[in-house]
């Protein structure tokens, strides 16, 4: 991964973030002060914060058609008391 050759041959997806990340801990005297590079590169490989607010989305999405059918429902038995 961090070799910088792709699957395709080429430079690698995340080959950018690496070589930053790379610079700042060579640099930096505490790995603390490169934590943002890391998580820069960790989410370009693992893509873990994506999945997570795709989740969220998707539930949320979910939620809401829950509960419009769930007013549909009590809609019709309302309008079926009335006729």
Known sequence: MA???????????CY???IDF???MSR?????????LREDYLECLH????FQ??????KEEQRKLRAAKGEAKEGKHVDAAHA
Do not use: Q
């Open 47 to 50: 893509h873990s914060k994506e």
């Open 16 to 18: 950018d973030f690496w």
């Open 28 to 36: 930096c005297r505490e790995p603390k002060d490169c934590a943002l």
């Open 3 to 13: 070799s910088g050759w792709g699957i395709t041959g080429n430079k690698g997806r």
């Open 22 to 24: 790379s610079d700042c």
């Open 53 to 58: 607010r795709r989740n969220r989305v998707y």
